[in-house]
């Protein structure tokens, strides 16, 4: 992280004004757990909540990626921002005048790489265009467009171009254009050949969709292949400005309306987005190959109360609306399912029954979740036989059981017992039980130190070295006092100094000290806004939440408990000197016998 010229002052405003809580709450459905806040991590996958907002203390903390820090760190990891483009968008957004601009240095390395992709995106997406428009390679490109469907005024709009099928035609184009070959093929638009040295391009014979962010640039594509092969849509890959599972298709059109009604069309295609658009949804996305993410349910949470999923009307189609579902209601969202009939994906809707149709019968006229979920649960069982229809029935309550608004739990129940001839009553009664076992068997609390995490990659920086647990616990409860009060931070200062034994905590205790050195008052979220090592702030939002009662004698303890670490370490180090010496005199018998006091000294303090 780097200031720059940023003033100290303008970073404590934005601190001041921006509450972690309620901003972090626009991307992350938060539930109150005493006075933690929990919520679903949006920087990983996860089932279990391990994503921790201490409002007290004005920070965040995942105990399953380890990411963590005050509120600009948060809207850095969640934006994809530097430390100055997360202060100058908050600062624009809550009207902080921004007095800095005439005297920032040079842009950093990552901001320069930036700024050249997107420059190279933005000419690739004009290249492609007048490829399509204006030449005979693309011909068929257009003609399978105005088979599609696609006016003049569309293929405009959005942008649509055609990459050539020769391998380097856009390759000479950009090398003429004097951009760096290797930096294109980072940012996604060349390949590296496979039978040597040099580059030809990533995308031949496709039409081509360019992919906008949050902001209206241009940062990759997606093509359809005209030719015979596969993969029929091939997308740019993961690149410094590109990351699927937190970009979706139109999304930066979209987001007024979204913002404006309150709702968003969830789609799968990048025809599907444009003939809705067409037909008059101006508020649908699409995620781009990839299964909906908990990244993009938090960002479209921010805009949005209510989703309404408009997936194909086949298998796979109502399979990904099926899995879509909790994870938009674990991100609070309203969801219903537009349900396509005859496996018609929406293109081919609007096509064949008109914009009109599509609007009033699929998505004003979507069904609620737990209908379609219903629906799709049809396609398991074999309704015209007796058996078929119990065990219909008894996956059907469980559907109906794990429903919270007990008025949806009734009307549906009612009408599940008059299709089937059942009675009400009976099926009240296992709803019941199903709810008081399933209530039984979960507490809704995480137990301390058990979060559980499936998909974490063991990516936490913020766990601890494998080494003696003691000292390592000491350390940490000294760090976690020392931000809390300065006095405190001053004893150990005197007394310690840097004899921490873990390089980060020894680096955390360094910037406290001078932190507080400048007359500053504790202030954990200010504090980690002066941190300039991304490791370090997420040790020290991990240590800020550790809670041990403080006292005089406790803070002795634990001071005593690291010098002893301290001298131990020292009492290795003078054996270890002394074998060295042993062996270069040539006494070899004395050598032996100093390294039999090194191992037992060693295997004391692992048991230590």
Same mark, same amino acid.
């Given at each position: 992280m780097n200031n720059g010229m940023i003033p100290q002052e303008t970073i404590d405003e934005v601190l001041r004004r921006y509450d972690i809580a309620e901003t972090v709450g626009r991307y992350v459905q938060l539930s109150r757990n005493g006075k933690y806040l929990k919520g679903l991590c949006?920087?990983?996958?996860?089932?279990?909540?391990?994503?921790?907002?201490?409002?007290?203390?004005?920070?965040?903390?995942c105990y399953g990626c380890g990411k963590g820090g005050n509120v600009v760190k948060f809207i850095m990891e969640i934006e994809n921002e530097t430390f100055p483009e997360a202060i100058r968008s908050m600062c624009e957004e809550a009207g902080i005048p921004i007095s800095w601009q005439a005297h920032e240095g040079e842009p950093s390395e990552r901001q320069k790489e930036r700024s050249v992709m997107t420059e190279a995106h933005a000419y690739t997406a004009k290249f492609y265009h007048a490829v399509l428009r204006n030449t005979a390679a693309g011909t068929g490109a257009m003609n399978y467009l105005r088979d599609r469907g696609m006016t003049d005024k569309l293929i405009e709009e959005f942008g649509l171009g055609y990459a050539p099928a020769r391998w380097d035609t856009l390759t000479q184009a950009l090398d003429k254009k004097g951009f760096d070959l290797a930096d294109m093929e980072r940012g996604g638009l060349l390949s590296r050949r496979h039978e040597g040295e040099g580059f030809v391009d990533r995308f031949r014979d496709r039409v081509m969709f360019p992919i906008h962010d949050g902001d209206g640039k241009i940062i990759a594509f997606a093509g359809r292949l005209m030719s015979d092969g596969q993969p029929k849509y091939l997308n740019s890959p993961e690149s410094p400005l590109f990351s699927k599972s937190r970009t979706l298709y139109r999304f930066h059109a979209a987001k007024g309306t979204i913002r404006k009604t309150r709702q968003v069309v969830l789609l799968e295609g990048?025809?599907?987005?444009?003939?809705?658009w067409s037909a008059g949804v101006h508020n649908g996305v699409a995620t781009m190959g990839t299964a909906l993410t908990g990244e993009h349910a938090s960002l479209l949470k921010r805009y949005a109360d209510e989703s309404i999923v408009c997936y194909d009307g086949d298998d796979a189609g109502m399979a990904a609306a099926s899995k879509s579902i909790p994870l938009l209601e674990n991100a609070g969202f309203r969801v219903r399912v537009g349900v396509l009939p005859g496996k018609m994906d929406p293109d081919e809707y609007i096509s064949a029954y008109g914009s009109e149709a599509f609007m009033r019968e699929i998505v004003e006229g979507a069904v609620s979740a737990l209908k379609f979920q219903l629906?799709?649960?049809?396609?398991?069982?074999?309704?015209?036989?007796?058996?078929?229809?119990?065990?219909?029935?008894?996956?059907?309550?469980?559907?109906?059981a794990r429903r919270e608004s007990a008025t949806e739990r009734e009307l549906t129940?009612?009408?599940?017992a008059q299709e089937f001839g059942a009675s009400t009553d009976s099926l009240k009664q296992d709803v019941f039980k199903i709810r008081q076992q399933e209530k039984l068997g979960t507490t809704g609390d995480i137990p301390g130190g058990s979060w559980n995490n499936e998909w974490n990659d063991n990516r936490s920086s913020a766990k601890l070295p494998k080494v003696s647990v003691d000292y390592v616990k000491a350390e940490q409860y000294l760090l976690s006092w020392m931000l809390q009060d300065a006095e405190t931070a001053g004893i150990v200062q005197e007394r310690l100094g840097d004899r921490f034994h873990v390089e980060d905590h020894a680096a955390i205790a360094a910037y406290l000290y001078a932190y507080y050195a400048q007359g500053n008052q504790p202030d954990i979220g200010r504090f980690i806004a002066t941190l300039q090592d991304?490791?370090?702030?997420?040790?020290?939002? #991990?240590?800020? +939440?550790? $809670?041990?009662?403080?006292? @005089?004698?406790?803070?002795?303890?634990?001071?005593?408990?690291?010098?002893?670490?301290?001298?131990?370490k020292d009492d290795l180090q003078s054996l270890?000197?002394?074998?060295?010496?042993?062996?270069?005199?040539?006494?070899?018998?004395?050598? #032996?016998?100093? +390294?039999? $006091?090194?191992?037992?000294? @060693?295997r004391r303090q692992k048991e230590s």
């Amino acid at each position: 992280m780097n200031n720059g010229m940023i003033p100290q002052e303008t970073i404590d405003e934005v601190l001041r004004r921006y509450d972690i809580a309620e901003t972090v709450g626009r991307y992350v459905q938060l539930s109150r757990n005493g006075k933690y806040l929990k919520g679903l991590c949006p920087f990983h996958s996860e089932r279990t909540p391990s994503f921790t907002v201490t409002p007290e203390k004005q920070i965040f903390h995942c105990y399953g990626c380890g990411k963590g820090g005050n509120v600009v760190k948060f809207i850095m990891e969640i934006e994809n921002e530097t430390f100055p483009e997360a202060i100058r968008s908050m600062c624009e957004e809550a009207g902080i005048p921004i007095s800095w601009q005439a005297h920032e240095g040079e842009p950093s390395e990552r901001q320069k790489e930036r700024s050249v992709m997107t420059e190279a995106h933005a000419y690739t997406a004009k290249f492609y265009h007048a490829v399509l428009r204006n030449t005979a390679a693309g011909t068929g490109a257009m003609n399978y467009l105005r088979d599609r469907g696609m006016t003049d005024k569309l293929i405009e709009e959005f942008g649509l171009g055609y990459a050539p099928a020769r391998w380097d035609t856009l390759t000479q184009a950009l090398d003429k254009k004097g951009f760096d070959l290797a930096d294109m093929e980072r940012g996604g638009l060349l390949s590296r050949r496979h039978e040597g040295e040099g580059f030809v391009d990533r995308f031949r014979d496709r039409v081509m969709f360019p992919i906008h962010d949050g902001d209206g640039k241009i940062i990759a594509f997606a093509g359809r292949l005209m030719s015979d092969g596969q993969p029929k849509y091939l997308n740019s890959p993961e690149s410094p400005l590109f990351s699927k599972s937190r970009t979706l298709y139109r999304f930066h059109a979209a987001k007024g309306t979204i913002r404006k009604t309150r709702q968003v069309v969830l789609l799968e295609g990048y025809m599907d987005v444009i003939k809705a658009w067409s037909a008059g949804v101006h508020n649908g996305v699409a995620t781009m190959g990839t299964a909906l993410t908990g990244e993009h349910a938090s960002l479209l949470k921010r805009y949005a109360d209510e989703s309404i999923v408009c997936y194909d009307g086949d298998d796979a189609g109502m399979a990904a609306a099926s899995k879509s579902i909790p994870l938009l209601e674990n991100a609070g969202f309203r969801v219903r399912v537009g349900v396509l009939p005859g496996k018609m994906d929406p293109d081919e809707y609007i096509s064949a029954y008109g914009s009109e149709a599509f609007m009033r019968e699929i998505v004003e006229g979507a069904v609620s979740a737990l209908k379609f979920q219903l629906i799709y649960l049809r396609k398991s069982h074999i309704l015209l036989e007796e058996d078929g229809k119990l065990r219909y029935l008894e996956d059907a309550i469980k559907l109906v059981a794990r429903r919270e608004s007990a008025t949806e739990r009734e009307l549906t129940l009612k009408e599940l017992a008059q299709e089937f001839g059942a009675s009400t009553d009976s099926l009240k009664q296992d709803v019941f039980k199903i709810r008081q076992q399933e209530k039984l068997g979960t507490t809704g609390d995480i137990p301390g130190g058990s979060w559980n995490n499936e998909w974490n990659d063991n990516r936490s920086s913020a766990k601890l070295p494998k080494v003696s647990v003691d000292y390592v616990k000491a350390e940490q409860y000294l760090l976690s006092w020392m931000l809390q009060d300065a006095e405190t931070a001053g004893i150990v200062q005197e007394r310690l100094g840097d004899r921490f034994h873990v390089e980060d905590h020894a680096a955390i205790a360094a910037y406290l000290y001078a932190y507080y050195a400048q007359g500053n008052q504790p202030d954990i979220g200010r504090f980690i806004a002066t941190l300039q090592d991304d490791r370090l702030e997420r040790a020290t939002s #991990a240590i800020a +939440l550790i $809670e041990v009662p403080f006292g @005089e004698r406790e803070l002795v303890d634990c001071m005593r408990t690291v010098e002893r670490q301290v001298t131990k370490k020292d009492d290795l180090q003078s054996l270890y000197e002394e074998m060295n010496r042993a062996e270069r005199t040539g006494d070899p018998l004395r050598a #032996a016998q100093i +390294l039999t $006091e090194i191992i037992a000294l @060693e295997r004391r303090q692992k048991e230590s």
